[in-house]
């Protein structure tokens, strides 16, 4: 990019969240051709940036449906025309009315259980319906949240309630969250296998029990960039990899040159003895995810950039207040003096901060500005709230 | 609250963010009537709600003005009637024109600044203008972030550009936001005093130095609540005092059963081995803010309670995920198994979860439910974005 190019960057309101539209591009499509060598469908998980212009360029590249993690999503991306939908989180049968409304438009959503409590008040709730559903059961392959492990009689418990109750079972997904901890390609690989294995047991338990389970769903960022073979698997879901972050730079899936989101902030003062530059980019701006404080490096509340993307090296946001960030160079994890912190970032200065959690930043503004490799500025709306 | 009036709470969607009226009434005449005894004018902070309907409560209880710390807070409320406003984050002069805007329109907007530099582009920009703009002086009483400290040259250096340059010089404001590190009511009471005293010197160099400076603005809200005189104090302001949180329980200004502010859940499954109750708040609807990790009691991701605000001691939400909490039973700050958690909270039971912090939580949601003590529920919506 040109720093003719750029010059779109100091003409718009601060703070504002810019994708840089090449790099995501970029994102999108490496991931899709590592789906298609493996030999599986692509669902990306559309949490991460909750944006129509985003998800189309993932449905262009060979995407083929969509992951929601909230209902209002998937409302809203099926009144964009997509309609092969699957909402990630386990149901609640209070939630089945706005699913059924959804359905009967002519959107082919999925929904997940993990219980038998639910699976039983789905049955019961489609015993009146004049609408079918289709259930997938979510599977716990690495124990960090929610679902069935692969060997649990809870299992064909679950799936028997639906298959007997008449409802169909459509597949099993799993989601190796914990891979977010990893940071060595063999641990990544590793999990990957477990994240396979353990979903293709669950799906061949269901199927010697009589319950058809056509899907078997896998994924995250870290494990679908390291997975070596994925047998048995048909599909795999990810979402933060369109922008990554600081964090997936820790796990080590992605360069700091990968990243496409960042914040757009302007210097507004300076505590000169401390060597702090005022932003305004806050915690309202940059969330107050910390994820890289538990990681290798730690990258406070993000890393500075100039305006055309360079990282500033040295230079973290060490702190942050609603409406304020703290960007003060660093020296071995503390804070240091420097003396000419007003010189090199006078009142005015545009910088751009890499954030921690693409998927946390992204949330706090009603709007990308998406940054095309011409300079060109477009406004792309995402959605907030459930 | 009876258990028939808590009965809505049952009938809208999860999560949702929840004000308890009659709390937060509360919370707003107790500093109003706190304020009319120290003999100071009150100008709420209204970043924690981003909400009309709040701030005119807080309007009707005597507060005169607002205090924003956006401009789209300034315009929207603007649009609401509300024309004393104060714009308390320092200015850069390229928001000026959005400022100007305003102003011509009839909104008195008032404006910040703490530096030589911006002093000097507000008299620029004011040349060429046909409309006068007010602006404060920040002044730095706690080291914590912005603002220059009482009795640096660069005070009167910024009020000469002003003064001299034609533009109105309409105060001087500080904000002790340590106040948050504090936890006795001593610590907060001789940081009100700092605070106060501060200020007061400031404003005095700058009347000394024959540069008018009228009001003298100071607070937060642990030091609103702490201070025992504020003698030269002509307003205070403070923001989170409406809702409270965890943070401020943690400071020692309220009591768990003041905090207004409280997040809906829905319990969708659990890991029975682990004592696992999984929630549909997750850190989009609690926010990721850990602000009682540094302090005496660490409240994890969120207090729960039962659906009519009794605290469930001895569990809290000690994970999150993106649309997943993780609520547990904790014993000695570390979680532990209780064979019990599928009996106790049943797929569907319904939970709130007490916040963090208020201004975090709030900021996660396009909508508060406001909780009328007979159960009526109201939606009062709120602003995003800048």
Redo the contacts between chains.
């Keep these: 990019m040109t720093p003719e190019n750029i010059m779109t960057l100091d003409l718009i309101?601060?703070?504002?969240a810019i994708i840089d539209v090449g790099r995501m591009k970029q994102n999108i499509a490496s991931m899709q051709q590592r789906m298609n060598a493996l030999g599986v469908k692509f669902r990306p998980h559309v949490?991460t940036s909750k944006c129509v212009d985003v998800v189309r360029a993932q449905i262009e590249a060979g995407a083929q449906g969509i992951t929601v993690?909230?209902?209002k999503e998937a409302e809203s991306f099926f009144a964009a025309g997509m309609t092969d939908i699957l909402y990630a989180?386990?149901?609640?049968?209070?939630?089945l009315p706005?699913v059924m409304a959804l359905r009967k438009h002519g959107c082919d959503l999925k929904i997940i259980v993990?219980?038998a409590?639910?699976a039983a008040?789905i049955v019961e709730f489609c015993r009146t319906a004049d609408e079918p559903l289709e259930v997938w059961i979510e599977v716990?392959t690495d124990?960090h949240?929610?679902g069935i492990t692969p060997e649990e009689p809870a299992l064909l418990e679950v799936g028997r309630i639906l298959h007997d109750g008449g409802v169909k079972v459509g597949g099993v997904l799993t989601h190796a969250?914990s891979s977010y901890e990893l940071n060595t390609q063999e641990a990544l690989a590793a999990l990957a296998e477990q994240e396979r294995a353990g979903c293709v047991r669950a799906a061949q338990r269901l199927r010697d029990a009589g319950i058809p389970c056509e899907v078997v769903s896998v994924g995250s960022t870290p494990t679908a960039l390291a997975a070596r073979r994925l047998d048995g698997v048909t599909e795999v879901r990810a979402g933060v990899y369109a922008f990554f972050d600081l964090v997936m730079h820790n796990v080590g899936v992605c360069t700091i040159d990968d990243i496409a989101l960042s914040v757009l902030t302007?210097?507004?003062?300076?505590?000169q003895d401390k060597g702090w530059v005022?932003v305004?980019a806050g915690?309202?701006a940059m969330?107050?995810?910390?994820g890289t404080s538990k990681q290798s490096r730690d990258f406070g509340y993000g890393q500075p950039c100039s305006l055309d993307g360079t990282p500033l090296d040295g230079y973290l946001l060490i702190g942050a207040?609603?409406?304020?960030g703290?960007l003060a160079s660093v020296d071995a994890g503390r804070a240091s003096g420097d003396d000419d912190v007003k010189a090199r970032f006078?009142?005015?200065t545009r910088l751009r901060i890499l954030p921690n959690?693409a998927?946390?930043t992204g949330?706090?503004?009603?709007?990308y500005q998406a940054l095309e490799s011409t300079g060109a500025l477009n406004v792309w709306s995402r959605f907030?709230?459930?």
């Design positions: 309101d601060t703070p504002a949490k993690s909230t209902l989180v386990s149901i609640v049968p209070s939630r706005r993990d219980n409590s639910a008040g716990d124990g949240r929610s969250g302007t210097v507004i003062g300076h505590q005022i305004d915690w309202m969330s107050r995810d910390r207040n609603q409406e304020h703290i006078p009142v005015g959690h998927c946390a949330a706090q503004f009603p709007e907030h709230g459930w």
